[in-house]
T-cell receptor, first 115, second 116 residues
Framework: AQSVTQPDIHITVSEGASLELRCNYS??????LFWYVQSPGQGLQLLLKYFSGDTLVQGIKGFEAEFKRSQSSFNLRKPSVHWSDAAEYFCAVGAIKAAGNKLTFGGGTRVLVKP | GAGVSQSPRYKVAKRGQDVALRCDPI?????LFWYQQALGQGPEFLTY????????KSGLPSDRFFAERPEGSVSTLKIQRTQQEDSAVYLCASSPRDTSSYNEQFFGPGTRLTVL
C-alpha cells in the first residue's frame, strides 16, 4: 500500500527566507507525486506534480520540488517566502489502478510566516 | 469556468441525524472523488466514481456512509445516524478523464460537518 510521510508538522519561517518542506513516500512502482496547498477555508490547490522525466519540477507561486528516487523523497522548496505563503501544504502520491487513481496524502505541514 | 462546488459549506448535525452533502463537479468531468479530512490531518480517500459507476468504495468507513452519482454529474454523499467521529471536512474532487492515464484532480472548497 502506498503511504506518504511529512515529518514536520509546523514550520515557522521569516518573510524573505527560504523554505523547504519534506516529503517521503512509500510506493511499489514509479509514483505520481503532487504538492497541494490549502489556505484556511479553501480547497486544495495544486502547486506542482511529477509524473516522469526531469526530476526537478517547477510549479506555481515560485515553488519547485525535486524527486529523488534513491531517498523516496519529493521535497518542496521556495527560495524566498512571502507572507501569503502561510498555509498548510500536503504532499500526495497517486497511482493508476484499474478502478480509480486516488490520492494518498501526508499529514500536512503548516507554514507560519514571520514578518 | 466554474470550478467544483460543494454545498452546504457548513453543516451542524445532532448525533443520530442523517446528512446529505452535495458535490457539483466541473462540467464534463468523468471522474469524481470524495475525501474525508479530519481536523489536523491530511485528506483520506472515501470513494470514486467514473461517470455514474461507483468503482471504488474501499475508503468508506462504515455502512452508514453512502454515495451516489446517478446521472454521472452531481454526486451526493449521505451519512446516516451521524456520530461525533464523523466530524470532518468532506472534500469532493473531479478530473476530466477516466483512469487510463493520470490527470489532475480539481478540488472543491469542502463541507465542514460538525456532529454535536
Amino acid at each position: 500500500a502506498q503511504s506518504v510521510t511529512q515529518p514536520d508538522i509546523h514550520i515557522t519561517v521569516s518573510e524573505g527566507a527560504s523554505l523547504e518542506l519534506r516529503c517521503n513516500y512509500s510506493y511499489g512502482a514509479t509514483p505520481y507525486l503532487f504538492w497541494y496547498v490549502q489556505s484556511p477555508g479553501q480547497g486544495l490547490q495544486l502547486l506542482l506534480k511529477y509524473f516522469s522525466g526531469d526530476t526537478l519540477v517547477q510549479g506555481i507561486k515560485g515553488f519547485e520540488a525535486e524527486f529523488k528516487r534513491s531517498q523516496s523523497s519529493f521535497n518542496l522548496r521556495k527560495p524566498s517566502v512571502h507572507w501569503s505563503d502561510a498555509a498548510e501544504y500536503f504532499c500526495a502520491v497517486g497511482a493508476i489502478k484499474a478502478a480509480g487513481n486516488k490520492l494518498t496524502f501526508g499529514g500536512g505541514t503548516r507554514v507560519l510566516v514571520k514578518p | 469556468g466554474a470550478g467544483v462546488s460543494q454545498s452546504p459549506r457548513y453543516k451542524v448535525a445532532k448525533r443520530g441525524q442523517d446528512v446529505a452533502l452535495r458535490c457539483d463537479p466541473i462540467s464534463g468531468h468523468v471522474s469524481l472523488f470524495w475525501y474525508q479530512q479530519a481536523l489536523g490531518q491530511g485528506p483520506e480517500f472515501l470513494t470514486y466514481f467514473q461517470n455514474e459507476a461507483q468503482l471504488d468504495k474501499s475508503g468508506l468507513p462504515s455502512d452508514r456512509f453512502f454515495a451516489e452519482r446517478p446521472e454521472g454529474s452531481v454526486s451526493t454523499l449521505k451519512i446516516q445516524r451521524t456520530q461525533q467521529e464523523d466530524s470532518a471536512v468532506y472534500l469532493c474532487a473531479s478530473s476530466p478523464r477516466d483512469t487510463s492515464s493520470y490527470n489532475e484532480q480539481f478540488f472543491g472548497p469542502g463541507t465542514r460537518l460538525t456532529v454535536l
